[in-house]
T-cell receptor, first 112, second 115 residues
């Protein structure tokens, strides 16, 4: 079955710098790649997603890149702020109500 | 903000006891998922439904859990005989389902502690 690897367990950046989180997946049939943010003691909050028919999607300070050939996708956060500090999870799945497979999370710490 | 409602937020059970948690999906979302998140932040998919029908489930769920999503009632997930290893955050999520818009929204979770 699908496996999603999230390669950095922690990432520390200074406020205003960019943060990049990388994930890889194994199943070429995966077509949907969402990102979630989880703050301490809270649930998962949907951040942004990308579908396999595009290779880039941007929403304000967030950009997701998808490289289907390398089976790799990444989340780029520009102009980081302290409130960006959280655990970020990538996931992969199929469209249409099938289960998502999650990475193990990257703890992003933004320091002033 | 997600409108998936999970109850209770916290649940403490002894080993061997039943543990039941409930989920009201976002209105209009026919697909419901249950995941288990352990203390290492690892997610395990448990089961999902489309309307009242099971779409997928793992072996553990089939053997040790009881889950349903009746019409006009909350969905539920029940561990028949709790074990220490079941201590985790149980997350319910819902989705509009098929088609282009397949965002999945999560509730706040039920944190189960088995003592």
């Amino acid at each position: 079955g699908e496996k999603v690897e999230q390669h950095q367990s922690t990432l520390s950046v200074r406020e205003g710098d960019s943060a990049v989180i990388n994930c890889t997946y194994t199943d070429t049939a995966s077509s949907y790649f969402p990102w979630y943010k989880q703050e301490a003691g809270k649930s998962l909050h949907f951040v942004i997603d990308i579908r396999s028919n595009v290779d880039r999607k941007q929403s304000q300070r967030l950009t997701v890149l998808l490289d289907k050939k390398a089976k790799r996708f990444s989340l780029h956060i520009t102009a980081t702020q302290p409130e960006d500090s959280a655990i970020y999870f990538c996931a992969a799945g199929y469209q249409g109500g099938r289960a998502l497979i999650f990475g193990t999370g990257t703890t992003v710490s933004v320091s002033p | 903000n997600s409108k998936v409602i999970q109850t209770p937020r916290y649940l403490v059970k002894g080993q061997g006891q039943k543990a039941k948690m409930r989920c009201i999906p976002e209105k209009g979302h026919p697909v419901v998922f249950w995941y288990q998140q352990n203390k290492n932040n690892e997610f395990k998919f448990l089961i999902n439904f489309q309307n009242q029908e099971v779409l997928q489930q793992i072996d553990m769920t089939e053997k040790r859990f009881s889950a349903e999503c009746p019409s006009n009632s909350p969905c539920s997930l029940e561990i028949q005989s709790s074990e220490a290893g079941d201590s985790a955050l149980y997350l319910c999520a819902s989705s509009p389902g098929t088609g282009a818009n397949t965002e999945v929204f999560f509730g706040k979770g039920t944190r189960l502690t088995v003592v």
